[in-house]
């Protein structure tokens, strides 16, 4: 390089063409140094501190090099003079020498004084040549005092001063600024550093989300990420100016098993991060769903064990980011704990504490053991005191953890299978109004996985799916959260069948230990439900419970996806699909249990899963239920629904003559009253009263207590229509989420549709108007949904690498008259359209179509019969359409990932 460097130099003429002549030898020597450096990484994938470290030569190499050309070639001066003598500084992560390949270069020029015309060229001329060289750089020009008083007012700046590293330059002055730094500026200011830190901590985690296991995590700023370690490095060099986290190990700030989870942890972390750097070639931070396979893949994971190489590796990064959050908390509560201002007083008098059980001690408002050396004597203490915390309130003292945490293999057989565990697990999730606090608390430190060993496999386990938002712990204890919820009356109006079925009186027992095991069959090759019921056939005995609930439990979680699955997945308003459903769950009791845990399954998933579309179909499902089985089977009929129908559509239209009634009442065949509410079918009596074969009438209308618009449309029936008007509401934007159609006896189709926008929302108003405008285009031929779908039918970036098969399957058995079509696949745009022009190029003929949305996953359920009114009976006319309905799917995703 230097030869390279010396010939460029000597054949240029001018600044420009000197620093263009540079810029070309180090962008060379960039490329190729970065080609070699990505090379060794690809060959040891883990290896990132030594990359990390190769990364910050480099980096050296460059701007050093950069200094020197400007200082001496660009603008020389044999005999600067001491304000011409400036020092240059690495700052941050750069001056930590902790370099990812596309990190910031922050740079400090430091001067004596106030910086002089000549250091300013020099300057100005190293930026260009980094620029030039694609680099991102962060520059500031201060003098000694400068950097003080800014340090003073920001703490921003003085983390960054903190991380100083000498470059380039007069080095006395550096040191001059690092003796100031010491003595003045971070003396006596530790407690005032530390809680900005924190705070700052706090607010970076409630904007990333505030959850350790987000399945989208920020490597470099989410919570058990490399800023939480960063954080700890900042301040335990404030504290007790150490240039690595190994000297925190003497100074007895960590225990050596300590440190060396936190060095895996970090090396682990920094890996992700280079990794994610070179695939995108950008500075990504957040892992998203279409790195985190190709990122798997680089680092050395494979598929085995029933579960794709992505999910270990993000089973494997959740657990380290767990780890740095019980380093990092360790040594926060530690300094809390040293540095905490006492309590005062009058208002430790007023507050109200519950007196301690022999055993526990409260230091510095923590619990704690009280003899720490005895303590576990009797290993049920690794119990007990989280249920003392959760019954006092408090939060355990770093010191507690930190004993548990070193004594998890005291929790062997002999106390799993101790009656007295068992009973005190109990009580914390049956008797002290809290449980999801010390689930958590006892899943971050390992005692839960450690006292119920079947669910540490499920522990930081992510399903590489846009549905799940949490891993399946997180997710088991957000469930248990929300049954706490409503028992303590918080979700009345949200939740009001749930929590009239607990303020009545349920077995809360047998509910909480459903939920807790409901999922703990994931991961395994077998079905899941099937293989959790085995476990749960096992546990449930173990926690106290009869046989008679232990056979309870272990039914619901066998069952657990039945009502989710019947409410979304089928027609429920066919009295076949309720009768099924009543003869699955046998009595009231398993219906009342199946119904809590079903809404806690679905309120656990995330943020927005919940919403009142499922809301209506799984109450509708529970009054049909339980009216089946407190009146019998029988009571549901057609005959006994079409009065009735019938009865509540001429109080609706009291207005309406005889004779418009008995037209309106006769017109329609029996499936239409039984599928449809009443304020549906007085919006098609009006469409339909005098309507012409050559019309199309549309009655669109917001149905905020379903968070869905309701679009009704009333037309002279020909096959296809139905697939017409879903490929013009696909045009638009809308989501389908439930959609009827019947034919009535003069030959008009009667199709409803509800309708979402991308939100999970009800469609717009404002944007109503267009989306009439675009079905009577596409109904007069002005506009070929299949054509025009083309460009909007894609499929995003990052949900491409999802593996979603396609199933697709007949059932003859769940409806009286209709063959039930069900097709689970990749969602995209224009699937209901190809799928329902598929069917209708078949001469199927589609009565109702269900669909369930699950991220990015779909399931469509069609209920069709063919074009003589019958069901698909034949095994080779199935296995046809399947076949031409593959095609569809197949054509559509190969259009879509284009």
Known sequence: MERRLLDALQGSRGTRETRAAVVAVLSEVLARGNAALEAALRARPLEARAYVAAQTWLTDLVVTTALRVAQNHLHPNPNPSEAERIAVLAVGGYGRAEMAPHSDVDLLFLGSWKITGRVENVIESTLYILWDLKLKVGHSSRTVADCLRLGKEDYTIRTALLEHRFLFGNKPLADNLHDELWS??????????????????????QKQGGQRYVLEPNVKEGKGGLRDLQTL?????????????????????FRPEEYSAFHDAETFLWATRCHMHHITRRPVEQLTFDLQPEVAERMGFTDHSGRRAVEHFMQAYFRHATRVGEVTRIFLTGLEARLVKREPLLRGLFRRRRKLRDGFAIENNRITFAEPDTALDDPIALLRIFDEALRTGHLLHPDAMRLIT???????????????????????????????????????????????????????MMQFNVYHH????????????????????????????????????????VLYVALLLHDIGKGL???????????????????????????????????????????????????????????????????????????????????????????????????????????GLEALNLEKREGAAKRA????????????????????????????????????AHLLRGICTCEIRIDLHPDPARDATRACFALSDHPGAFARLAGALALVGANIVDARTYTSKDGFATAVFWIQDGEGHPYEEARLPRLRKMIERTFAGEVVAQKALEDRDKIRKRERRFNIPTNISFDNEGSEIYTIIEVDTRDRPGLLHDLTRTLAENNIYIASAVIATYGAQVVDTFYVKDMFGLKLHTKSRQEALERKLRAAIRAGAERAQA
């Open 470 to 509: 949490y891993t399946v712990d997180e997710h088991t204890i957000q469930c248990i959260s929300t049954l706490a919820q409503i028992e303590r009356g918080e979700l009345i109006e949200e939740l009001p069948i749930a929590s009239r079925i607990l303020e009545e009186g349920v077995n809360r027992r």
């Open 233 to 253: 490095y900042w301040i335990a060099k404030y504290l007790h100016r150490v240039e690595q986290a190994a000297e925190l190990v003497e100074l007895g700030v």
């Open 525 to 631: 090759p077998e079905d899941h439900s099937i293989i959790g019921a085995q476990i749960a056939r096992r546990l449930a005995p173990r926690f106290g419970l009869t046989p008679e609930d232990a056979e309870t439990v272990e039914w619901l979680v066998r069952h657990h996806l039945l009502m989710s699955d019947t409410a979304q997945k089928r027609d429920i308003s066919d009295p076949r699909t309720v009768r099924d459903f009543a003869r699955a769950v046998k009595s009231r009791r398993r219906l009342d249990l199946l119904t809590v845990l079903t809404v806690c399954d679905i309120r656990g998933v995330g943020p927005g899963t919940w919403n009142n579309w499922k809301a209506m179909l799984l109450r509708q499902l529970y009054r049909d239920t339980a009216d089946a089985l407190e009146n």
């Open 649 to 684: 559509l001429r109080e609706a239209l009291a207005d309406w003559s005889r004779a418009d009634l008995r037209t309106e009442t006769a017109r329609h065949y029996g499936p239409y009253w039984q599928g449809l509410p009443t304020e549906t079918q007085v919006v098609f």
């Open 406 to 460: 070193a004594n998890l293999h005291r929790i062997d057989a002999r106390l799993r299978a101790s009656r007295r565990a068992n009973m005190l697990f109990m009580n914390m999730l049956l008797k002290r109004g809290n449980p999801e606090r010390a689930l958590r608390r006892m899943n971050e430190v390992g005692v839960l996985g450690a006292f119920i060993p079947e669910f540490e496999r499920i522990v930081a």
């Open 184 to 205: 003045g500026l971070f003396a006596r200011t530790e407690r005032d550093f530390i809680e900005a830190k924190l705070a700052e901590r706090a607010e970076r985690h």
